[in-house]
């Protein structure tokens, strides 16, 4: 974390000579798990996830700053937002990736959806969740309205665990 302030300052400072009006501009940190950065125009802030911070290299983190900082100069600039053509050519000049995705490692989610499918007695995963929700006792797979009823959330360590054998189907919490 200090040397990701270290990296914000430098960066900040080293921008405000070509882009002075970045002095309006605040940079602090949120708990996203799902994204690297936010560049939110309205409030003029620039947003880095904690979690990101956490599990990536100093050199991935500092793309991640010059990337917001970039869609902060487009707006302000040449109100774009999104990853257009003046975006672009501002992120080459100040040293960002060029590119809407970066290459970075995201934290992966405790929870995985799954459908418990009550005519073959199989456990089938669909898709990596952050939280439980008890609404999923109302949902169904699209146009599968057989599934409602059926999908449930395990913990992804349970499903390893049941994929190798280690744990029974009926030793399962599945949780709805
Ligand atoms: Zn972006």
Redesign the pocket.
Known sequence: MENTQKAISSIYARLLIDYPFLSEWKVGFDNAKRRA?I?RISSKEISISRSHIKNNPLEIIEDTIL??F??AIAYELFAET??GIK?KQIARDIGATPK?KGQFKVESAPWLLVHSCSETSNIFPIGERFRTNKKIRNYFLIGRPETKGELFFLKQSDYQQYKLGLLDKNRLQLVQ
Do not use: D
């Open positions: 950065g560049c990337h917001e970039a869609h999104g990853h975006w809407a």
